[in-house]
């Protein structure tokens, strides 16, 4: 966890005001985005509770900029969102996205770098020029891209079978009526063991002694 010390500290009043306590002065949600944007260390809190609201607070950014006409998440993708609250899978996924975050972080910091070996960290360069460099450098951000789709993909398909393999040690041995090892169900037809129970050396109903 961060120290708090540290932190530039903003206090949220009752009247949903912002006050920067490094400035002495009171702010509004542009300027905590532009703090944001600066990788500024910061921490919002409830001025009569000291609560911390940063999180809160982060979340209004987000729903403002996706008000602002250019959203990065679809209604489809916020679905999901909400359909993942409370599921068994919700702490999974948050570490799945974050992971995420960062290495799209990492490709956004590559190109960079790759962009100022090439041609320096030009401050006179105008958008034109610097649009147009983008479109040039568009194959190698792609090739980027599509290297860490590739790393989230391996990710999460990991995942996937550390989940199953949990789920199979959780249930090994666990005895669930009619799927007990070497009973006969219902119908005539044997039950079929578990991968772990046949690594066990324990044999199928139907084996031979």
Not at 36 to 47: C, H, I, K, M, R
Not at 55 to 76: H, K, N, T, V, W
Not at 93 to 103: D, F
Not at 196 to 208: F, M, N, Q, S, V
Request: glycine share 6%.
């Amino acid at each position: 966890m961060a120290d708090t010390s540290a932190l530039r500290l903003i206090k949220k009043y009752p009247n949903r005001r912002l006050y920067d306590t490094q400035t002495s002065e009171y702010i509004t949600l542009v300027d905590v985005k532009e703090l944001v944007l600066e990788n500024e260390a910061f921490q919002v809190v409830d001025a009569r509770t000291g609560d911390d609201l940063t999180r809160s607070i982060l979340l209004q950014i987000i729903l403002d900029e996706e008000a602002a006409g250019a959203p990065m998440f679809s209604c489809d993708v916020l679905s999901q969102f909400i359909r993942f609250y409370g599921n068994a899978m919700q702490g999974m996924v948050g570490t799945y996205l974050e992971r995420n975050v960062e290495l799209f972080n990492e490709v956004q910091k590559r190109f960079e770098e790759q962009s100022k070996a090439m041609y320096g960290a030009n401050p006179n360069m105008n958008q034109d020029l610097w649009r147009q460099f983008l479109t040039f450098q568009g194959p190698a951000m792609q090739s980027l891209v599509t290297s860490y789709m590739e790393q989230s993909k391996s990710m999460f398909t990991q995942m996937q079978e550390q989940l199953q393999n949990q789920t199979r040690n959780m249930f090994v041995g666990f005895p669930f009526p009619g799927l007990v090892p070497g009973a006969t169900p219902p119908g005539g037809k044997a039950a079929s063991l578990t991968g772990a129970e046949l690594a066990a050396g324990e044999k199928k109903p139907d084996d031979k002694a």
